[in-house]
Nanobody
Framework: QVQLVESGGGLVQAGGTLRLSCAAS????????MEWYRQAPGKQRELVAG???????NYADFVKGRFTISRDNAKKSVCLQMNSLKPEDTAVYYC???????????????WGQGTQVTVST
C-alpha cells in the first residue's frame, strides 16, 4: 500500500511563513513528478507547484516568487516553503505524486489526505 502523508500546516498571520512536508511510503519503485495542490472552500482544486525527479520545477503564477518546492529523492519526500503568505492562500493543501509501485507496469497518481493552511489578516 502506498501512502502520502503531509505535515506542517497551521495558522499563520499574513506575511508569515509555513513549510509543508510530504513523505511517501510503501512499495514504491520510482516516483516521477511530485506536486502540491490546494483547494479553498467553494473553489476547485488547483495546482500550486510541481517538481520532476530531475529537479525541474513549475509554479502557478499566484505563488511565483513566494513559494519554493523541493524534494529529496532518497527520502521520497517533497516540501513546499511558503513565504509572504496572504489570506487568499488559505486552503487545504494536498501533496500528489505520480509513482510506479513495485511490480506494477504503469504510473499511478496518488494523493495525500491534505493539510489545512489558514492565513489570518
Amino acid at each position: 500500500q502506498v501512502q502520502l502523508v503531509e505535515s506542517g500546516g497551521g495558522l499563520v498571520q499574513a506575511g508569515g511563513t509555513l513549510r509543508l512536508s510530504c513523505a511517501a511510503s510503501g512499495s514504491i519503485y520510482r516516483i516521477d513528478t511530485m506536486e502540491w495542490y490546494r483547494q479553498a472552500p467553494g473553489k476547485q482544486r488547483e495546482l500550486v507547484a510541481g517538481i520532476t525527479s530531475g529537479g525541474s520545477t513549475n509554479y502557478a503564477d499566484f505563488v511565483k516568487g513566494r513559494f519554493t518546492i523541493s524534494r529529496d529523492n532518497a527520502k521520497k519526500s517533497v516540501c513546499l516553503q511558503m513565504n509572504s503568505l496572504k489570506p487568499e492562500d488559505t486552503a487545504v493543501y494536498y501533496c500528489a505524486a505520480d509513482l510506479l509501485r513495485v511490480g506494477a507496469g504503469y504510473l499511478v497518481h496518488y494523493w495525500g489526505q491534505g493539510t489545512q493552511v489558514t492565513v489570518s489578516t
